[in-house]
């Protein structure tokens, strides 16, 4: 097996769903279809580009394509890219319907086995607000076309959505997230080591969170600060919280909107989010940002974790990458990718001269060189590459 083929196995913990045999040999043969949707198939797009619809569209117009908006006019009707697209789009419907199978089958017991009892020690805590109500952004579709979403709830005091997270994700970066899913945390925390050296956070805040899975480095690496991780969504946090514990780690999780949270200003030293921008609004994006501003202590940072803006890409690249928008049930992913981050900063009260955005090495990259060195729906962690955008308080 080829380096750039090879995958990480998610390590198991006690919490997780177990699949039986068959179970799990029809998730790997997704994560495996995934990865050769990656190797074998996406690049058959630039070169359907290259030699037929590009050429075809100068001939016409007598220039190039200006923008991803012309280049998808074209690529949309091109019988490859059809192909492609539904490929992938069933990919992810695959990934999740081969990880609600051990859920469900389950269900019951797995609900019972990640309840921790009232009066129980634990290391974090966890706090949910069942009179929060869940943003429209959330509702509206059922995001990365997750069945139900984040927030949706089919028993009481159920993960369900958290547990099927969980496997999932790894089968969506087809292993390139780590055996813990914890690339871009990891990968945000090797910059700050790089770029921050001296910084050592008391109080450290992730927004949406998730199941925790890039909140938990933060207590590995600054031991002795306090660390909190809000979402809207309570499955997703019963399943972080059992998460956390199992994996001996302090992190208090609370069911907060980051567009307005119950923390006192000034509380936190370091904020930080990965891959949340993309799934809130426009007005989401500029409360969350106002918010940060609120809860930083003079000299504070921000960072967020994404995947990169279009402004510095070419007109296919940026369709490309626009896959979600169209077919991801990702309705804010290309006007996230398309804000202007240096006006966003300022309106939410930061000085924009102390704001900065830049591509970061993935954390397992640098270590390991394994990338399928490509950006595609379906494929995050792939590029090497993570894009954070951040200021200093």
Not at 170 to 181: D, K, V
Not at 306 to 319: C, L, R, S, V
Not at 335 to 362: M, Y
Request: net charge neutral.
């Amino acid at each position: 097996m080829s380096a750039e083929n090879q995958v990480h196995p998610q390590t198991k913990h006690a919490v997780m769903a177990t699949p039986t045999h068959d179970e799990f040999s029809r998730q790997e043969f997704v994560r495996s279809y995934k990865n050769y949707l990656v190797q074998n198939v996406h690049s058959g797009n630039q070169t359907r580009y290259e030699k037929i619809i590009k050429p075809k569209f100068e001939k016409t117009h007598n220039r190039a394509p200006k923008d991803r908006f012309e280049v998808g006019k074209e690529m949309v009707h091109d019988p490859y890219y059809q192909m492609f697209s539904s490929l992938l789009r069933t990919s992810q419907e695959m990934m999740w319907s081969s990880c609600q199978v051990p859920v469900n089958r389950d269900l019951e017991n797995l609900n019972e086995k990640i309840k921790i009892p009232k009066g129980t020690k634990t290391l974090g805590s966890l706090k949910l607000d069942t009179k929060l109500k869940i943003p429209r952004y959330h509702t509206a579709v059922d995001i990365h076309c997750q069945p139900g979403g984040y927030h949706s709830e089919v028993t009481e005091d159920d993960a369900s959505a958290g547990l099927v997270y969980d496997r999932a994700v790894h089968i969506y970066a087809m292993g390139q997230l780590g055996p813990y899913n914890d690339d871009i945390g990891a990968s945000i925390l090797l910059w700050l080591k790089n770029n921050h050296p001296t910084m050592a956070p008391r109080k450290i805040l992730d927004m949406g969170c998730s199941v925790g899975h890039s909140t938990v480095p933060y207590a590995q690496a600054f031991p002795d600060a306090e660390v909190h991780g809000i979402d809207v969504a309570a499955p997703m946090l019963r399943y972080a919280h059992a998460r956390a514990e199992e994996l001996g780690e302090k992190v208090h999780f609370s069911q907060q909107n980051a567009e307005q949270t119950n923390f006192k200003s000034g509380t936190f030293d370091l904020i930080v989010s990965h891959i949340l921008l993309h799934e809130t609004s426009q007005k989401a994006i500029h409360n969350i940002v106002k918010e940060c501003h609120r809860l930083l202590k003079p000299g504070g940072l921000m960072v967020h974790g994404e995947t990169p803006p279009y402004k510095n890409m070419g007109p296919f690249d940026a369709f490309m990458l626009d896959w979600d928008t169209r077919n991801n049930n990702e309705p804010f992913w290309a006007r996230s990718h398309e804000i202007d981050l240096e006006k966003l900063s300022k309106k939410g009260g930061f000085d924009p001269k102390n704001q900065f955005e830049t591509l970061i090495p993935s954390a397992l990259q640098v270590a390991e060189a394994k990338r399928s060195k490509v950006f595609q729906g379906g494929d995050f962690g792939g590029g090497g590459l993570w894009f954070i955008y951040g200021n200093m308080r």
